[in-house]
Structure formats: structure tokens, C-alpha cells
């Protein structure tokens, strides 16, 4: 089986990399970048032999897509919706199997901030994605899509909870990656920098969509603010969350649903702060005038701020989730809840956001090499990892320290 990892030199991009790396199935595992010395550096880091480095610049059609034909997957870690369409429009036309993570679903892609997301000459942004599927049908391409922890884990649990209920009633996804309590007390936000930020401030700005008594309704990103306890291994901590455009796919996946939403998982008093930047306008995307030159809020935001979240040395992440699922089941009211709490372990040169983004992205690269996923065109994780491959992957997690504990009662 040969991977190859677009975004290979970035942190997700080389976990994916590392873990592809200790599987005997695996012969080659290519890594793309623009820059040859940090290619290198990934190469080393892997420490392996399989690693073989790429230089490209993704603008180039031609050599994208010869590169692609000699591989038999893609890994797509790409930082923005920009990129990430267009490798994946180039990977359907290739014929590449694909499971990318940065989009949470790009059959229904939204028509906010779209990040420089270029569509087909004549072709409408609502009908793209559309086209992309049916390109991916017609090529007998496999692409697996928002595959990681947010979309991805969450995607996956929640959906294989409403396989055993007879009727899915209500599902509330609350997943993030926060830093550690200890070194959330020394940054603004009580946040740090585990993944492209830019894209994160994008979505706490934008407006998304959301099931509210049986309909889709449209609502504001960073909006119906939950406090819970997270008290499940050996853990007692006070959490906040709001909702955020995580998991569009269950918008067209699972209509059964009368409520659900995503909620992205900070520490209390974050998602204040957050607000305060909006009410401010410090998040806007729009130029403002200031002494005679045009600054956008959000972008001096992000140069001033950016330092000031970086972690320092020592600091860790953790990557929480708590996902509930309401139905019933036999004629009963029923819940199911599914708990994580990942911190960096005996990878202790990996962020948890590494390794729980990084990991289900190979454990699924695997299984559509080896045809284990057999469905085509443009597949949710929620389809995709289902039955006997569900009880699989959550092996392979735990195998790599990462468990997710699935508590049921009734309701």
C-alpha cells in the first residue's frame, strides 16, 4: 500500500506519517510540501525509510496528478478550504482515494468565508459539491470526508449509538482541544495553538446550521453557550462549550434527528473573551480604515495575538469529548454518551490534537487501501466506519492509548 500525505510537513500531516509508518502494509508513505528542508526534517522525525519527500506546489495540475497516479490513497491535512478543494478536485480526477479532515463536508459547502475556495468556471458554490461527488462516483473514488476528532470521532460514535436505538431522537456532538489546566492560566483565551488558528477564529464568526425541533434552522457560530462537569476518568473539571459548524454531515446523514448540534469544548471564561473580540470587532474580516491605511481586525488580531498562544516548552494540550445521544429504544427512553480525555502519552514528542486528528486519518487511510470501505464518491465518517469496522477502528485507538469510554441508560 502507498499513502501519500498532502500537508506532510505540518503536525498533523507528519502524525499520520509516523503512524502509517509502523505498518508492515504500508511500503511507501510520500509526504508533499513546498519546502524541501522541512520535508526532510518530517522524514527524519518519522524515522523511517518508507518516508520519501515531495516538493510541490499544489497549483501545478499537472505534475498533482502524476504524483497522485503513482500512489494507491491520499491523506489530506491542508490548512484551509482553499487547498483542500482543490487537492481534492485534482485527487478525483486522478482516480485517488482520498480521507481528508480540514472540511467537515464537502458535498454541502458553505457559503461563508469560503477562504479562497475556487469553483469551476460557470459552475454555483451550492452546486459544487454536488458535482464533486458524482466526479468521484463516475471515477470509482473513495473519499472519506471530515475524518479526524472534530469531524471524525464525533461523527463516528454518535452515528454508530443511532444504529442500536430504534429511534434517534436528539444528538449533541461537544468536542476540543484545550490546553492543559495548567497552561491555560498562562494564555489569553485559557486557549492554545494545537491547529491553524485562523481557520478556528473563522469558525466561531461564521453562521451554521443546526436541528431544532425537526428543522434545519440557521444560528450564529459561539452561540448557546452549556456549561457541563467532565467527571469521567478520574477527571473533575468544569467545562464550557458553544456551538460551531463541526459536523454539517449530519444535517443530510441522520434527518431522523429532531435536535442536534456541535459545540466546540473550551475551558470557562473563554468563549466570553471570544465575544467581547466580536462585540469589538476585532474578529471582522472586512478593512477599516486606520491613519490612512486599510488594516482587516481579524489579521492584526491574529499577528498580535499569535505569539502569545503558541505553547511554551513543557506545556501540553489535552483533546476532550463528550457526545450525547438521546432516543429510545424498545419502546423506552434511552441514552447513550460517549467520553474521551486525550493527553499527550508515550508519544511525548506528539500533541494530543496530533494524535487524535493524525491517527483516525491513517487507521482510515488503511482500511479504503485495503478496500475495506467500499463505499464511493463523497462518504461521511458516520457511513463510512460502520459494523464490524466500527469495532475495529475504536480498537486501533485504544491500541494507541486512546479510549473512548460509551456509557448507556436509560434516558
Known amino acids: 500500500m502507498r499513502i501519500l500525505v498532502f500537508g506532510g510537513s505540518g503536525k498533523i500531516g507528519s502524525a499520520v506519517a509516523r503512524d502509517l509508518s509502523s505498518d508492515k502494509d504500508v511500503q511507501r508513505i510520500g509526504i508533499v510540501g513546498r519546502h524541501r528542508e522541512t520535508l526532510e526534517h518530517v522524514k ?8 520519501m519527500p515531495h516538493v510541490l506546489d499544489i497549483n501545478d495540475k499537472e505534475s498533482t496528478i502524476t504524483l497522485m497516479k503513482q500512489y494507491d490513497v491520499g491523506v489530506l491535512t491542508l490548512p484551509n478550504r482553499q487547498t483542500s478543494y482543490r487537492v481534492v478536485h485534482l485527487a478525483i480526477e486522478a482516480g485517488l482515494n482520498i480521507v481528508d479532515t480540514i ?29 464533486l461527488h458524482k466526479r468521484a462516483c463516475d ?98 473539571e468544569q467545562l464550557e462549550c458553544a456551538v460551531t459548524p463541526g459536523m454539517p454531515s449530519f444535517l443530510f446523514t441522520r434527518t431522523q434527528l429532531k435536535e442536534f448540534a456541535e459545540k466546540t469544548v473550551r475551558w470557562p471564561g473563554h468563549w466570553q473573551g471570544v465575544h467581547t473580540l466580536k462585540e469589538c470587532g476585532m474578529l471582522d474580516i472586512e478593512p477599516v480604515d486606520y491613519m490612512g491605511s486599510k488594516i482587516v481586525p481579524r489579521e492584526l488580531l491574529l499577528s498580535i495575538i499569535t505569539p502569545k498562544l503558541i505553547p511554551n516548552e513543557g506545556e501540553t494540550d489535552v483533546c476532550v469529548m463528550y457526545n450525547t445521544l438521546e432516543g429510545k429504544k424498545d419502546g423506552k427512553a434511552v441514552k447513550i454518551e460517549y467520553f474521551m480525555w486525550d493527553e499527550p502519552g508515550r508519544e511525548s514528542d506528539m500533541s494530543s490534537m496530533m494524535r487524535v486528528t493524525g491517527f483516525p486519518m491513517a487507521i482510515t487511510a488503511r482500511m479504503i487501501g485495503k478496500g ?10 458516520e457511513d463510512a466506519i460502520v459494523g464490524d469496522l466500527y469495532k475495529r477502528f475504536i480498537a486501533e485507538l485504544k491500541k494507541r492509548d486512546i479510549e473512548i469510554l460509551e456509557v448507556a441508560g436509560n434516558s
Do not use: C
Not at 44 to 51: A, E, I, R
Not at 372 to 381: L, S, T, Y
Open 103 to 131: 472540511e467537515e463536508f464537502h458535498r454541502t459547502p458553505d457559503a461563508y468565508e469560503t477562504e479562497g475556495l475556487e469553483v469551476p468556471q460557470g459552475m454555483k458554490l451550492a452546486d459544487y459539491g454536488e458535482w
Open 44 to 51: 527524519q522525525w518519522v524515522g523511517s525509510d518508507k518516508v
Open 372 to 381: 475495506e470501505i467500499k463505499e464511493k464518491g463523497i462518504v461521511a465518517p
Open 139 to 236: 471515477n470509482d473514488v473513495t473519499f472519506v470526508d471530515g475524518m479526524g476528532f472534530a469531524p471524525g470521532l464525533s461523527n463516528i460514535t454518535l452515528g454508530d449509538g443511532i444504529r442500536k436505538i430504534d429511534i434517534a431522537e436528539r444528538a449533541v456532538a461537544r468536542v476540543g482541544g484545550i490546553p492543559s489546566k495548567e497552561a491555560a492560566a498562562k494564555h489569553p483565551l485559557r486557549y492554545m495553538i494545537t491547529w491553524a488558528f485562523d481557520h478556528v477564529l473563522r469558525e466561531y464568526m461564521i453562521k451554521l446550521n443546526v436541528i431544532k425541533n425537526g428543522k434545519i434552522v440557521e444560528v450564529n457560530a459561539a452561540t448557546d453557550l452549556e456549561r457541563f462537569t467532565f467527571d469521567k476518568f478520574g477527571k473533575n
